[in-house]
Structure formats: C-alpha cells, structure tokens
C-alpha cells in the first residue's frame, strides 16, 4: 500500500496515510469527548490487563436487566454465527442501557485484542461504515472466570472475540469478520492486504501462476475447516522456492499484524500442528477484477487449519477461521 495516498474522512477532507495513527487516535478520543465513552475509567493498556480481564469486570458490572439484553449461555447458536453485517444482541452500545464506564470497558476490550495499527483503523472503519463503535453490538457467553466464556462484538463488516483461549485450539475464539465499505481500492482500510497477497503472485512462474489464478471465486462465507483429508485451491506452498515462501512467510505476518500478540501466537501453534506453512495453498481468483488491473482483488489463504478469505470487490468482506477440526 502507498502509505502516503490520501485518505478520505467523514468530513469529506483527505489526510495523508502516514498520518493515519494519529487520525484514528482523535477518532477515538471525539467519541469519548462526545459522551459515549469516558476516558475517566479507562484501563492502562499494559500486559496485566488482559481482554478477558476487562471482559470480567465488565460482566460484575451488568445489571439483571442488562445481562437479560447481552448474556448468552456459552453453547448459544449465535456464538457460532459468521455474517458481515449483523447484530449478535438487539441493543447497542450507544443505547441508554450502559453506562459511560461501561462503554469504555467494551472499547478497552476491543484495544485489548488488536495492534494499536489494528485498532485505529476499525476505529475508522466503524466510524466510515456505520457511524462509530456506538451503533455495535455485543454479547458475552458464559460467565467470565470459568473454562469457557467469550466476549463477541459485531455490527457492519466486523464479528470481533476475545475468550482468552477458552475455546479449544481456536484461534480468536471461532471465526471473525473484518471489511470496509470504501468500494475505491485504493482508498479501502484494507487494500494494503491485497498489495501483498499479490506480491506473491507476482513472484510466480507463468506455469505456478496457472496453478494459483482461478476463474471463480467460491461463496465468501464458505470458510469451514477441512483438515488434513482436505481439498484446497490454488497452488500448494510446498510447491514454491525458499524464496517464494519467505515471501508467503511475510504475508502471513502482514495480515495477522492488527491482532494482539497473543492471537497471533496461537494462530502460528495451531499452524504448526497441521503441518506448517507448506501445508497451505493459495489462489486468486479473475472474476470481479476491479479496474482490470490484473491485481486480484478476491484471493484466499487455505490449508487443514486455517482459511483466510478475502473478497476485495466491490468493497472489502473478510473471513478467518483458524483452528483444528474436531
């Protein structure tokens, strides 16, 4: 991504990508000037403070009648749920049921389990897309302090967790969403991913190439772990030259860079339980080429354990689901 391309903001001015940091940081403190979240009760974002710390003590905070709107037995079908645009309860963040502190524990939460990077640009993309953090929703499943309990936020283009590893050889707790609705690529939160998807691509050899470029793409919800019996498209890792999968390596580290450390530890376990790097394919796909650019803006990360698709056109819905097949 051209890290200096200007970006466009609500207000219609544009603002230079280098400066995107601190764009996302005045974000965030105009929704807590606005009201809706209270810098007072802000945690120091440090290693001891956890997601799943906050998630508990949000929880001790909930009233009968709040657990009532947002508490869900662990096993609930709507944990489960993969859509890019839904509401996992009936209230919002910005509704009159919680508090200002409240509010700020579910955005401590969300600090908690990405990057910094990762956080300013969903701060945008929520603010882009829907309005701000206030118009998502979010449940908690099981009771914080037990073997298994998960926060889960969704809205437009995003189901975020965090369940500090409760559920078993998942990683980020099941799968998650992210997207963007900017439809100019160039201007999409998450084009940079596409950029670097493709400089594999690029890498390849014409007959590696043939293998990898696919006509159609398959349906973008389709993201249900296979293991090791499964069949996966595009061309295979273990195809590729030291070289080419250094190039894969780094990829990968792109793409899980807005996520916490801690997720990302676990992604790269549960990848080299199944096999590995050289256990993956990778495919791009030619249908919804956007400008006929030959940059392929649908592509998809596969192996027993891990699938990561992202449909870039006509803007950005992503999918991942990283785990071990029970």
Not at 271 to 281: I, P, R, T, V
Request: aromatic letters at 8%; charged letters at 25%.
């Amino acid at each position: 991504m051209n890290m200096n391309r200007p970006e466009t903001r609500r207000d219609g001015q544009r603002v230079a990508r280098r400066d995107f940091v601190k764009l996302g940081g005045a974000v965030a403190a105009g929704v807590a000037s606005a009201g809706l979240f209270d810098p007072r009760f802000a945690h120091a974002a440090t290693s001891q403070t956890s997601a799943e710390t906050v998630v508990a003590e949000l929880y001790a905070s909930l009233s009968d009648k709040q657990k009532k709107a947002i508490w869900r037995p662990f096993d609930h079908q709507t944990r489960r749920r993969i859509n890019p645009n839904w509401h996992v309860t009936d209230v919002v963040i910005g509704d009159d049921l919680f508090s200002k502190k409240q509010r700020t524990l579910i955005d401590q939460i969300v600090r908690n389990i990405t990057s910094k990077d990762g956080y300013d640009r969903l701060i945008q993309q929520m603010d882009e897309d829907d309005g701000g953090m206030e118009n998502y929703s979010v449940a908690i499943f099981g009771e914080p302090g037990t073997d298994q309990f998960q926060f889960e936020m969704t809205g437009r283009h995003l189901t975020m967790r965090a369940d500090g590893n409760r559920v078993d050889k998942a990683a980020f707790g099941g799968p998650i969403v992210y997207g963007h609705g900017e439809e100019n690529p160039s201007d999409n939160l998450f084009f940079y991913q596409t950029q670097k998807t493709n400089e594999v691509f690029q890498a390849l050899d014409p007959g590696q190439a043939e293998a990898a470029l696919l006509k159609q793409a398959p349906r973008e919800t389709a993201v249900q772990l296979q293991g090791a019996g499964g069949k996966f498209p595009g061309i295979a890792v273990n195809k590729l030259s030291s070289d080419q999968k250094e190039l894969v390596e780094s990829t990968l580290k792109v793409l899980l860079a807005p996520y916490r450390e801690e997720d990302v530890d676990e992604v790269m376990a549960i990848l080299k339980s199944s096999g590995g790097l050289d256990q993956l394919h990778m495919a791009f796909y030619q249908d919804e080429d956007l400008d006929d650019d030959k940059v392929w803006d649908i592509w998809r990360v596969e192996g027993p354990s891990l699938v990561w698709h992202f449909r870039g056109a006509p803007h950005v819905h992503a999918y991942i689901n990283i785990g071990v097949k029970s």
